[in-house]
């Protein structure tokens, strides 16, 4: 039984690197924190991020889809791949977005930083549900929610 | 608990997951969680998680990959209740 609390800091760039995502589509700049309980990291969305353009024209901001696509790259997916040790494989094993349900407070414009933080609800059977929130750059709650997502071919883990 | 009374307690923890109402109510212990009630393997998690608490029992990760029917939920169960 291990009961050394991990929060280890070399791991923040490991386990970046080992998210599926690439541009276009990878919303993360960099994980902040990374414990058995929950993650935490940043994105600040450019201002010629590729939807903008048409959501909507004049007037960017940010679609709900990307902020929730946000939180769980960084609370969900960063954080499924520190629990399972994924950053140690060659190929990281696909994890499957299952359910949302998310709240969303306030506007997130081109150029915004925005900070995630997840807290684990469960990891068991190979699913893992967290309790998700996006604070800006005044600490405001922008969004917040349950999401949850499942590890395709589950070794001995969870 | 017999096998009836774990079923009567098991059906409305299924009915939180499915939207097959006509196989619900027919539930049987051949009942195929994927191909009949059309629940995906991320709800099955969901249920087995419910069974636990309802059921006051601990389903290992071996146990729970068993659970593909009605059936074999309820050995499961009942096996636990046991131990």
Do not use: W
């Amino acid at each position: 039984m291990e009961v050394k609390k991990i929060n280890d800091v070399d791991l923040l760039l490991p386990v970046k690197l080992a998210l599926p995502y690439r541009k276009p589509f990878l919303f993360v700049d960099e994980f902040l924190s990374l414990t058995e309980d929950g993650a935490s990291g940043s994105y600040t969305f450019r201002e010629d991020e590729f939807f903008y353009a048409g959501h909507f024209p004049d007037r960017p901001v940010t679609p709900g889809v990307i902020l929730t696509e946000t939180m769980a790259q960084i609370g969900l997916v960063g954080l499924g791949i520190f629990l399972t040790k994924a950053y140690l494989q060659e190929a990281v094993a696909p994890f499957a977005f299952t359910d949302s349900t998310v709240d969303y407070l306030l506007p997130v414009f081109p150029g915004e930083k925005v900070l995630v933080r997840s807290e684990k609800v469960y990891f068991r059977f190979g699913k893992l549900r967290c309790k998700v929130e996006m604070l800006n750059a005044k600490q405001e709650v922008v969004c917040r929610g349950t999401l949850s997502g499942m590890i395709l071919n589950p070794g001995k883990h969870g | 608990m017999d096998r009836k009374q774990v079923i009567e307690k098991f059906a409305p923890i299924i009915a939180l997951y499915t939207q097959e109402k006509e196989v619900l109510a027919n539930l049987s212990e051949e009942t195929d969680f994927l191909n009949d009630l059309k629940i995906n393997s991320a709800n099955i998690v969901d249920i087995i998680l419910d069974a636990e608490e309802a059921f006051d029992i601990e389903i290992d990760d071996d146990s729970a990959e068993q659970m593909l029917t009605v059936g074999a939920a309820i050995d499961i169960i009942l096996k636990q209740q046991q131990a």
